[in-house]
Structure formats: C-alpha cells, structure tokens
C-alpha cells in the first residue's frame, strides 16, 4: 500500500474503534467513563453490527454530550427495520462515514460501510448494478401486486448495507489518512482485494476493520497498518499514532468468524 503524504495537523485525542457490539454498548460507557476519570476523552467510530435497540444517540446517551462519535453501518444492522431506523433516523444519522471522509481528533477519517454482496457486486467481478438506485428501478419492475403498496421491503431495507460501486468510486477520488471498513482487506483469509485498492488510492496509514469478530494486528504492509477489532472489542488509535488494545474481543482466543459463519454473514 502507498505511503500517504504528510499533511500538517494536530492530534486533538485518541480515536476508539468500536468492534461489532450487536445490540450491547454497555462495555464502550464502562471503558470510555474509566478513561475520563484518567483525563481521556477517546472519540469514538463504531465498526458497524451495532444492532441497536434504540436511536444511536440513546443506545449512549449516558456519554453523548462528552465525545464525538461517528460509525459506519455492517450487514446486520439491516436485518430488521429497527436496526436499520436506529441508525438512519438517529439525531446521529449525519455520522455515518460511509462514502465520506471527516476530519475526526485531527486526522482525515474514510468510510466504508457495509459488505460486497454476489447479488450486486463482489469485485473483481463485474457488477450487476452501479448503484442502489438502479438496483431498487429494477426492482420496482418485477415487484409482484402484493408488494405494490410498501414503502420498503425486506430486500430494499437489506441492500442499504451493500457496497456499491457508485459509493466505492467515489471514495477512490479521495484522500485520508484512516481508513474504517466493515469488511476486511485481503490480509485477512475472508478479506477483499478492492479495500486494498482502495487503501492504497486513498493514501492511508491505517485500516481498521470489524466484521470478522476477532482482534488482530497485522503485519504492516509497507508504511499502512492493518488492524481488525474483534466482537465487542476496542482498538485506540492514539495520538502519537501508536495502536493500543483497550478492550480484546470476546471471540479472539477462537479465532473469530470461521467459514460457515463468514458465508452465513
């Protein structure tokens, strides 16, 4: 991956990566709380799964008002429509990442949510569609009469957390120094060629990914790092650029995701 040219800024706080929390937030106010009684206040970035019972900003509401906090949405918070309205209809919904790139603690921060699906891309094949848009044209064609009156259907509400390749170009213009991923790069056995392709396009220094639900540093591959943060864990980026294990992942001792559990995702 390409070495980022250096830019001028200041490294205002440490950054949190928030891995997978499916549905439970509780560790994140425990550690972060413990890290303001130090004179810390981390700025947060959760990895996508978060599930979320509630709107995003209540799910944290005990320290909503003392951090920044942004995200990128995973597969599973579009299984249900609660999980999916929890983030996009949240007083959070503008901290999204996905497709951006935000200045966050000093550093330029990239998004991409969600995860490359066969039924609409899975690079380096061709895709099947560009973009939601024309996915949901042509879906609009074949609905059957049943389905005539909804606003949204399963399938619709699923594909909001599908990589496009619209949202991926986008990005491939783009420069950052971070970069935040739901799926991995193909260091990992279930990674992806195109999130190496577009670290490198971008510049970073470091990826960090969730998804795969198991913590892990990987060998630097040249001037970028790789990291994964596992099922509920918590990786600092902190301000001297060093990479710190708050919280290790409740899965990393079994190796995270295996085979069937990828494909079943």
């Known amino acids: 991956m390409s070495k980022h040219k250096k830019q001028q800024h200041v490294i205002t706080h440490p950054l949190w990566l928030c891995g997978d929390t499916h549905g439970c937030v509780d560790h994140v106010v425990e550690h972060f709380l413990n890290a303001r009684r130090d004179g810390v206040t981390p700025h947060l970035v959760f990895l996508g799964d978060m599930e979320c019972a509630q709107a995003f900003d209540l799910e944290l509401q005990e320290i909503r008002e003392i951090t920044d906090v942004w995200f990128i949405h995973g597969n599973h918070d579009t299984d249900t429509s609660q999980a999916w309205n929890a983030l ?11 497709g951006y790139v935000k200045e966050i603690s000093g550093r330029s921060v990239a998004g991409l949510g969600g ?20 996915f949901r044209r042509d879906l609009l064609t074949r609905r059957p009469p049943k389905d005539w009156g909804l606003k949204e259907t399963k ?8 990589i496009f390749p619209d949202i991926y170009s986008r990005l491939m213009t783009c420069r950052a120094q971070v970069l935040v991923t739901h799926e991995a790069p193909s260091c990992h056995a279930y990674g992806w060629q195109a999130i190496d392709n577009l670290a490198v396009s971008l510049g970073v ?58 494909e079943s995702e």
């Not at 209809?89 to 901290?95: P, T």
């Not at 061709?126 to 939601?132: C, H, K, T």
């Not at 399938?155 to 599908?162: A, D, G, I, Y």
């Not at 040249?222 to 596992?230: A, D, M, N, P």
Request: hydrophobic share 35%; glycine share 8%; proline share 5%.
């Open 88 to 98: 996009a209809s949240s007083a959070w919904a503008d901290k999204n990442l996905h």
């Open 155 to 162: 399938k619709e509400r699923q594909h909001f957390s599908t």
């Open 115 to 134: 995860v490359f699906r066969s039924s609409i891309w899975a690079p380096p094949a061709p895709p099947v569609f560009a973009s939601y848009q024309a």
């Open 205 to 262: 220094s470091y990826v960090l990914h969730g998804h795969l639900h198991e913590t892990r540093i990987y060998p630097r591959q040249g001037t970028c790092q790789v990291v994964g943060v596992g099922y509920r864990g918590i990786v600092s980026l902190e301000t001297d650029d060093s990479i710190s294990v708050i919280r290790a992942g409740d899965y990393d001792a079994t190796g995270g995701l295996n085979e069937q559990e990828v």
